[in-house]
């Protein structure tokens, strides 16, 4: 059964970085999409960014593309989600989420996951 446990948010002014973290287990993540999730209250889970384990290639929106980046650490079983100049609207709880991945499109719905989480809160104040 597939486990995944973020940390790392937090509470930081516009402009500052985060590190969020997401520790994963309970079976071989090869061939598997690692996603990040953010949802603000009122709204709904969107997708933030996507790694695919096995190549390392990698998908952003255009509302964080040039200041957030996915990384994992294979051999930690570890995914990373650096955020650079934060602004307010990036304030959100953020999930870890994971699918098994076919290479052949991007899974951007949180519909289409069905391991996550419990999430971490980041909020970013002006």
């Known amino acids: 059964q597939v486990q995944l446990v973020e940390s790392g948010g937090g509470s930081v002014q516009a402009g500052a970085s985060l590190r969020l973290s997401c520790a994963a287990s309970?079976?071989?993540?090869?061939?598997?999409?690692m996603s990040w999730f953010r949802q603000a209250p009122g709204k709904e889970r969107e997708i933030v960014a996507i790694i695919r384990w096995s190549d390392s290639s990698t998908y952003y929106p255009n509302s964080v593309k040039g200041r957030f980046t996915i990384s994992s650490d294979n051999a930690r079983n570890t995914v990373y989600l650096q955020m650079t100049s934060l602004k307010p609207e990036d304030t959100a709880v953020y999930y870890c989420?994971?699918?098994?991945?076919?290479?052949?499109?991007?899974?951007?719905?949180?519909?289409?996951?069905?391991?996550w989480g419990p999430g971490t809160q980041v909020t970013v104040s002006s």
């Open positions: 309970g079976r071989t993540f090869s061939g598997y999409d």
């Open positions: 989420a994971a699918r098994p991945g076919t290479g052949i499109r991007w899974y951007l719905s949180a519909n289409n996951y069905n391991s």
